[in-house]
């Protein structure tokens, strides 16, 4: 085995693959397969149709997995597909990397949470209130029943600049910079972790060699509206309207989380990895646009 570890990511054509792949393929050897959005050296790999055994893991130490349909109302409204994705495709996914002896680092979810009271640790109880969540938990047990060595990562929302996807933060900044209206749910609390702690957190778990389950988040919580007129004091807007509504305006097909956040120690003990504060991540992204606009 070589000194440096060597990956397999799993949706690397997604927001939070392509930036795994691109920060680490500077400085290890790394392989990415897409489904439906083809980039440079990508290898195609659906987890509906193609067989895991055509993945070229020969000597893949760590195989990071993002590979999912994380729109939680179309996995209520597409149970099926997002079941076969999710779950199935996965889980046989997984049984090869087992039988190929690759360490699979799963990029989970809070949304395995019950979600309405805030503070959980790996080992609260109560069922996801949505079927994503059901989706993630299923993976997370089937991954804790057959593998001795392994990491999931339960993630709160990741954020950061991507000139290809928008995210929460683009979305608040878009809407400010254009004076929109910005209806935001009302009494939602959460955390966020930035896409530059995301790589950092993925590259101490196999530098370290870390194992189990963890919660991964920056412990601030936090509102939509909190972060809005965040963003909106360092833009200097000033005339903007925010219009905070409750979770039912919006007709959601699936249930939502009131308040998902997360104990955040384990991690931290394990590996006494600093996250950025909400403040940095918001002077990054902000610096980020600006470079790109100017």
Known sequence: MSQKPSFMIIGASGYMGLHLFKVLSKKYSVKGTYANRPFPTGIHFDLTRSDPKTLPLLGINYAVIFSAISKIDFCKTNPELSQKINVSGVQKLLQELKHRGVFPIYASSDGVYPGLKGDYVETSKGLPIHTYGEHRKEVEQFIEDNFKEYCILRFSKVVGFDEKNSDLLFDLYQNL???????LIKNQKFQVVSLNDMVSVITTVAQKKITGLYNIANPEVVSRKELAERIAKRLGVIDYQI???????????????????????RFIAATGLKFQTIDEILNDFLEEVRKKSS
């Not at 910079?177 to 209806?183: F, Q």
Request: aromatic share 10%.
């Open 243 to 265: 219009k905070e509504v409750l979770i039912s305006y919006f007709n959601f097909a699936e249930k939502r989380a009131t308040n998902s956040s997360m104990k955040i120690d």
């Open 177 to 183: 910079v254009h004076g929109k209206v910005l209806k």
